[in-house]
């Protein structure tokens, strides 16, 4: 059985606008668990609107909710995770220790737009490479100039960024243009993590298993598999992941056509 990495999960209760209560974080670490996933993040959001999500203070929380779930045998291993919104100080917060990278492994940094914008992360991720740190561009299916942009996405993997998608939105897009935009992502390899962006279990639940069953359709089982699972976990963990660049937007039929 595949155990699935969810690379996009809220579950650090009160830090956020994620889990009100640590009773709630459990029972989104109950789903998950039912969702096939046995890795998760321990995220919050780091932006102005949470100035008190200090790495030491989403660190110790994910500490607590750990020591939980091992007493309480729910066989999920949680990672402490910032997501950071892109700001023009985000390199100096990096370097003055304000941010916290997934897992604190100090390699993978979780990056979201800000509110109803968006910015070009190639500065941010050339300029945060040289301190052995790359970007994880969150839910990055939300981004139209990314996701219909197909050379903009493979310069930002080239140049070390991971495209992580959405369960829900792979499952059942809400938007015909956005679906097509993740079938083709998900064809030509431009997607290397999964998340469910769950906030709580009334409302935006940590769904995985659907979109990685429709991921596989898309993309094939082993490739779903390293998406889904392998990727994701070794992300969490700290392990190196090297991903392969997206393959070119070709005209297959005509390369072979002409011999190109
Ligand atoms: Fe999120």
New binding site residues.
Partial sequence: MTLLADT?V?LLAGLDDGPATEDVALAMCRMLVAEGAAHATA?A?QNPGYPDNTPARMIATAAALSATLAAKKIPLTVYPTA?VMLSPTVVDDWKTGKLLSVGNHGQWLLV?MPHGEFVDALPVAEELRPFGLQLII??AERYPDLLHDRDRAAKWIAAGCLIQVTARAIADPWDDEMGRGIEGWARGGFIHLL?S?G?GIDRRQPLLAAGYRRLAKLAGRSTAKRIGSTWGSAVLRGEPVTVPPPHPPTRKWFGRMFGG
């Fill in positions: 996009h809220h995220l959001h997501e979201e969150a839910h998340g962006d906030h």
